[in-house]
């Protein structure tokens, strides 16, 4: 066969598999649309765990004390932006209220804060064991359990790191973005959307 006709052929192969790929990443924009996810937070079928807005770099100084922001990773004003554009989406979607819990980390209570959603509570499950993995399982645990036993009749929204995010749902979360998640009657939690707006 000439050499040709191998170029042919592979050009053709990598037409097929670019239009396979680009078929999936469609089909996953599809899935993960949103408004799957709005409703059922409206509807209390499902919540929403979102990771802080921008806060640049990763982890935290090695004088870090939770209760001194100026010790911590804080967000930028890029970040702040961010979280403030993500409360406005909030609204647009018809929620103006929620119950709103959040880690202990200065940049996760300013993110929630600044949704302006409602009275930001601290919730120690959703604080970051990045410096202590060995954490993972108890906190994750914890967190099942607290959403497990929650009533409530308000939305509820949930602002933390990526470790605890990636730790319930199995996602890398991007900064500032929203993963809606639903409690199944059999004590499992699956992600039924997400959303992100851009820093």
Not at 10 to 37: D, H, P, Y
Not at 115 to 131: I, Q
Not at 162 to 171: E, S
Not at 175 to 191: M, P, Q, T, Y
Request: aromatic fraction near 8%; include cysteine.
């Amino acid at each position: 066969m000439s050499t040709g006709c191998h170029s042919r052929k592979a050009a053709l192969l990598a037409t097929v598999l670019f239009a396979a790929v680009l078929s999936l990443l469609f089909s996953a924009q599809q899935a993960f649309a949103g408004q799957v996810g709005w409703d059922a937070l409206k509807n209390r079928t499902a919540f929403v765990i979102m990771r802080h807005a921008l806060a640049p770099g990763t982890g935290d100084p090695d004088n870090f004390n939770v209760d001194e922001c100026s010790t911590q990773r804080n967000l930028s004003e890029v970040g702040r932006l961010q979280a403030r554009k993500t409360g406005d989406l909030f609204r647009s979607k018809g929620i103006t209220e929620a119950d709103v819990f959040a880690s202990a980390w200065c940049r996760c209570r300013d993110t929630a804060r600044l949704l302006a959603l409602g009275t930001v509570r601290t919730l120690e499950p959703l604080n970051s064991f990045f410096r202590r993995q060995d954490r993972r399982d108890a906190q994750t645990t914890a967190l099942k359990d607290w959403l497990r036993a929650r009533t409530g009749d308000s939305p509820l929204v949930l602002v933390t790191h990526q470790v605890n995010i990636t730790a319930l749902t199995g996602i890398f979360p991007k900064s500032g973005e929203l993963i809606f998640v639903e409690a199944g009657a059999d004590n499992s939690f699956r992600v039924i959307d997400r959303v992100g707006i851009a820093p």
